[in-house]
């Protein structure tokens, strides 16, 4: 999805060469030139189904937050407490508006005591970095307070906040990096056999989910993230632009005799539908609430202070996310409406035919009395009723 509030021209990966040879078509998502698909949507989400997918999501914005008072501007930046977060993990959170609206949802890694990485999407790196920055001084940590940031770290973006031993620096490294996805169950089978990439710390057989491991490729550091976006278990590699190229290319010849394939934008749609992912744009926005979408678990409501913390509560009318299964071949797409007999209840946000599971999926936000799972309703498919189950989320849920 293009970012709307961008007039200019999409952007494309260091990747791009790449994906031309392999014959990709593209699509202009979140401000960049992306591929949505190489051969087939369906071929592709299979193969992640079954042996792996290999997806460039390099347009990803990624923000370094480091120094002694960085763990505390985080827990009062972002939903999520983030400060209890141990070195080596990953916590999904939330960039929150002042009034409770989600600007955008990210990953935060914490790569050392006073180090993180936040992972946000391409087409909310603009406000992400504006928000980091705007709630910089209005952190409540009371203490000491560095008036002037060092002085060799030029090129770098420093915020400053109050704290017991100086400040957060918050710097934009999005173009520093690319960042490669390999997922589905052989996922881990072919990173292991990638003889460029050094053996990981941990290992990636120890690796949990919502974890990371320190590596190197050719010489270059790579971050290692047991994460992704499929509902499939797989890994998100992070690695200086001046490897990505290389990094592609040596995944791709270990990977393909194990089945692993280009994969686009299309498959991993369909791909975080069945488990159930929200997508910004669709299930998330500044007008809906972390409660409403199922990410009330995200939110540290117990902290003394955060953005967004007065307004977080939805109203007890407002609409909630729920999963729609259909039955035959016609699925409801984003837009369409959601009725409970005459009465509109919702709108679809997101919704297609699943190739996993064969009949149609869909999410939607619809009315609390019409939101138990069981209910009955009925989407408006071009004028035509089609009978649809509230059902609970995700809708596919790979075997361990």
């Known amino acids: 999805m293009s970012d709307p509030r961008s007039t200019a021209p999409p952007r494309s990966t260091v990747l791009r060469p790449r994906h031309e040879a392999l014959g990709a078509s593209f699509t202009d998502f979140g401000g960049w030139e992306m591929p949505v698909r190489y051969t087939s949507d369906l071929a592709e989400h299979h193969a992640v189904r079954t042996a792996a997918g290999l997806f460039d999501i390099s347009h990803m914005a990624e923000f370094l937050v480091t120094g002694p008072d960085a763990a505390a501007f985080l827990d009062y930046a972002l939903a999520g407490r983030l400060s209890t977060m141990p070195v080596g993990k990953a916590k999904y959170s939330l960039v929150l508006a002042d ?4 600007i955008d949802d990210v990953i935060v890694y914490r790569t050392g005591k006073d180090y993180f990485l936040v992972i946000a999407n391409a087409g909310n790196r603009e406000a992400v970095a504006a928000a980091l920055a705007e709630r910089a001084p209005r952190a409540p940590v009371v203490a000491s307070f560095l008036a002037e940031p060092p002085a060799d770290v030029s090129g770098t973006s420093f915020v400053h906040i109050p704290g017991v031993s100086g400040t957060a620096a918050v710097e934009d490294v999005s173009d520093q990096f690319a960042l490669i996805a390999v997922q589905g169950p052989r996922a881990r089978a072919i990173l292991e056999a990638t003889a460029s990439i050094s053996a990981a ?5 120890e690796l949990g989910y919502y974890a990371w491991a320190a590596a190197s490729f050719r010489g270059d550091p790579l971050i290692i993230a047991r994460t992704g976006y499929t509902g499939e278990d797989g890994f998100e590699l992070l ?6 190229v290389e990094l592609w ?9 194990l089945g692993l394939v280009p994969a686009g934008l299309a498959a991993r749609d369909t791909l975080r539908l069945e488990a159930g992912m929200p997508l910004y744009g669709h299930e998330l926005g500044l007008d809906v609430r972390p409660a409403q979408a199922g990410l009330g678990r995200s939110v540290a409501t117990d902290k003394p202070a955060f953005v967004g913390k007065v307004g977080v509560d939805p109203e007890e009318t407002a ?6 299964v259909a039955e035959g071949k016609r699925a409801g797409r984003a837009g369409y409406a959601v009725y409970d007999g005459d009465t509109r209840v919702g709108e679809i946000t997101s919704g297609a035919l699943s190739p996993t599971l064969g009949h149609p999926i869909a999410m939607a936000y619809v009315s609390p009395d019409a939101s138990a799972s069981g209910t009955v309703l009925q989407i ?5 009723r089609i009978p649809a189950t509230v059902t609970p989320l995700p809708f596919y849920r790979r075997k361990k």
Not at 201 to 205: D, Q
Not at 239 to 244: E, L, S, T
Not at 319 to 324: F, H
């Open 99 to 102: 009034d409770g609206g989600i």
């Open 201 to 205: 710390e941990p290992s990636l057989a």
């Open 239 to 244: 690695v200086p632009n001046r490897r990505a």
């Open 249 to 257: 290319d040596a995944l791709l010849e270990t990977g393909t005799p």
């Open 319 to 324: 609409p909630v996310l729920v999963g729609l």
């Open 380 to 384: 408006d498919v071009r004028g035509t």
